[in-house]
T-cell receptor, first 115, second 114 residues
Framework: DGGITQSPKYLFRKEGQNVTLSCEQN?????MYWYRQDPGQGLRLIYY???????QKGDIAEGYSVSREKKESFPLTVTSAQKNPTAFYLC??????????????FGAGSRLTVL | SQKIEQNSEALNIQEGKTATLTCNYT??????LQWYRQDPGRGPVFLLL?????KEKRKERLKVTFDTTLKQSLFHITASQPADSATYLC?????????????FGRGTSLIVHP
């Protein structure tokens, strides 16, 4: 999983609880992303951060929050306001492989289940 | 709005045959297009990137074509093996203003039968 560590791998949450998913990278990449994946829906962008202390909402940011206090870390908090949080969550960093081209390196993912 | 379409139905093929997966997009002119592989319960892994001025790109048994007129990319796996069974995702960058925001298709599941 290329220097990106997501934890925990599996997480169970009761309704009404906030949970935080960890994403740590040692790739020295500036930009980081959080995606949510549901069966048959592909990857949907929650938040992204291009640099420390800055982040932007993606397509489905409601009910989620993030912080980017360190280059290595981009934690995602799933709040009780997220109505359907059960999903597979993927963290990624941006790797410039060639001049003007960019690809993502993903972590192994965290599977959140709301009981 | 930007749309990326991949066949939602799984593609079943016999070992040794060539698998061809399709990615169509609308309302955008990307500078490049990417293909990723995703195994169950794992994060996607980058495979190939093709630029708008390239018609074809190869890597071992993989070949990608990019037709900007048709707004379509084809992803081929020749001499397919059961180990090639996975979901394959295409991705485009739709971001304005210099940001990089990759948008993914839903992916196509490939099943290679021995």
């Amino acid at each position: 999983d290329g220097g990106i560590t997501q934890s925990p791998k599996y997480l169970f949450r009761k309704e009404g609880q906030n949970v935080t998913l960890s994403c740590e990278q040692n790739l020295n990449h500036d930009a980081m992303y959080w995606y949510r994946q549901d069966p048959g829906q592909g990857l949907r962008l929650i938040y992204y951060s291009q640099i420390v202390n800055d982040f932007q909402k993606g397509d489905i940011a409601e009910g989620y929050s993030v912080s980017r206090e360190k280059k290595e870390s981009f934690p995602l908090t799933v709040t009780s306001a997220q109505k359907n949080p059960t999903a597979f969550y993927l963290c990624a960093t941006l790797n410039e492989v060639r001049s003007g081209a960019n690809v993502l390196t993903f972590g192994a993912g965290s599977r959140l289940t709301v009981l | 709005s930007q749309k990326i379409e991949q066949n939602s139905e799984a593609l079943n093929i016999q070992e040794g045959k060539t698998a061809t997966l399709t990615c169509n997009y609308t309302n955008y002119s990307p500078a490049y297009l990417q293909w990723y592989r995703q195994d169950p319960g794992r994060g996607p892994v980058f495979l190939l990137l093709i630029r708008e001025n390239e018609k074809e790109k190869r890597k071992e048994r993989l070949k990608v074509t990019f037709d900007t007129t048709l707004k379509q990319s084809l992803f081929h796996i020749t001499a397919s093996q059961p180990a090639d069974s996975a979901t394959y995702l295409c991705a485009l960058d739709i971001a304005p203003r210099g940001s990089y925001i990759p948008t993914f298709g839903r992916g196509t599941s490939l099943i290679v039968h021995p």
